[in-house]
């Protein structure tokens, strides 16, 4: 079974510093990848998702991620973060027309 | 277009007692899932029905269960309540079954309390 790992629980950082969190899925086949994020107080939303192709994606509000199919991982990047980042972030991953699984997610708090 | 919407928003129930969530998804979207959203579990997987047939089921009792109706509304119902089943349950719907190219569109959830 498919399974993702999000090592970081709860992350704080100061305004304009660079954001990167960890997303580690198990599963040796073909998979589709996605970040969604959840701002307090409303719905999940998708902020970017990999299918195939260029494994750099580049999502909504400046947030990218990479794709290292030999690692095994998704991690999503910002180079500046700010205040209104603050939110969590869930990293999910599916194959085929599998159900989405996601992790337990990243709690962001950024500092003015 | 008008998003997922889910009833009610917020509930409060005591332990043994059942419960009925409603979705309705997106116009055009045949597809919803259920998720349970836990501080400790994050987003776990319920169940997932595309034109009134359950297609996936997750990995839950089976006091859960649920339903879906010729205009793609969906139902789920949770008999006898653990404190265990307070949660945020997501809806999410899509064109079709599975999450490739028609991404999930998820709703504001219903935040069941069980006292």
């Known amino acids: 079974a498919q399974s993702v790992s999000q090592h970081n629980h709860h992350v704080i950082l100061s305004e304009a510093a660079s954001l990167e969190l960890g997303c580690n899925y198990s599963y040796g086949g073909t998979v589709n990848l996605f970040w969604y994020v959840q701002y307090p107080g409303q719905h999940l939303q998708l902020l970017l998702k990999y299918f195939s192709g260029d494994p750099l994606v580049k999502g909504i509000k400046g947030f990218e991620a990479e794709f290292i199919k030999s690692k095994f991982s998704f991690n999503l990047r910002k180079p500046s973060v700010q205040w209104s980042d603050t939110a969590e972030y869930f990293c999910?991953?599916?194959?085929?027309?599998?159900?989405?699984?996601f992790g337990k997610g990243t709690r962001l708090s950024v500092i003015a | 277009k008008a998003g997922v919407t889910q009833t009610p928003r917020y509930l409060i129930k005591t332990r043994g007692q059942q419960v009925t969530l409603s979705c309705s998804p997106i116009s055009g979207h045949r597809s919803v899932s259920w998720y349970q959203q836990t501080p400790g579990q994050g987003l776990q997987f319920l169940f997932e029905y595309f034109s009134e047939t359950q297609r996936n089921k997750g990995n839950f009792p089976g006091r859960f269960s649920g339903r879906q109706f010729s205009n793609s509304r969906s139902e789920m119902n949770v008999s006898t309540l653990e404190l265990g089943d307070s949660a945020l349950y997501l809806c999410?719907?899509?064109?079709?079954?599975?999450?490739?190219?028609?991404?999930?569109?998820f709703g504001p959830g219903t935040r069941l309390t069980v006292l």
């Open positions: 999910a991953v599916n194959s085929g027309n599998t159900p989405l699984v």
């Open positions: 999410a719907s899509s064109p079709f079954p599975g999450v490739g190219i028609d991404t999930q569109y």
